[in-house]
């Protein structure tokens, strides 16, 4: 009923620029909080930055400063840009959104993308 797909992620050299984007799409009534999470390899998966409705923000204290996360609520989109980058922001980039459906308003559900690989070569 529900997808969100990133796009965006690939290679890129140490101080390097990337923009990650994610669209939600199917069956919306309404989006609450949207983020960005992170997890590299043998490591558990961490939040990069999340945003609410209304725009509040928060980061990771490792990202504050590089990484600017932004919504489009026309559009159900969510985006990271990420700035000087650096070999330990490598990892796989989820999106997720708290989400009510047309079919049960009442109810919010945390969804899910598939992920997109940034690798930051140094």
């Known amino acids: 009923q529900v997808q969100l797909v990133e796009s965006g992620g690939g290679l890129v050299q140490t101080g390097g620029s990337l923009r990650l984007s994610c669209a939600a799409s199917g069956s919306i009534f309404s989006i609450n909080a949207m983020g960005w999470y992170r997890q590299a390899p043998g490591k558990q998966r961490e939040l990069v930055a999340l945003?609410?409705?209304?725009?509040?923000?928060t980061y990771a204290d490792s990202v504050k400063g590089r990484f600017t996360i932004s919504r489009d609520n026309a559009k159900n989109m969510v985006y990271l840009q990420m700035n000087s980058l650096k070999p330990e922001d490598t990892a796989v980039y989820y999106c997720?959104?708290?989400?009510?459906?047309?079919?049960?308003?009442?109810?919010?559900?945390?969804?899910w993308g598939q992920g997109t690989q940034v690798t930051v070569s140094s």
């Open positions: 945003i609410t409705s209304g725009g509040s923000t």
């Open positions: 997720n959104a708290d989400i009510r459906i047309f079919k049960d308003r009442q109810n919010m559900y945390r969804y």
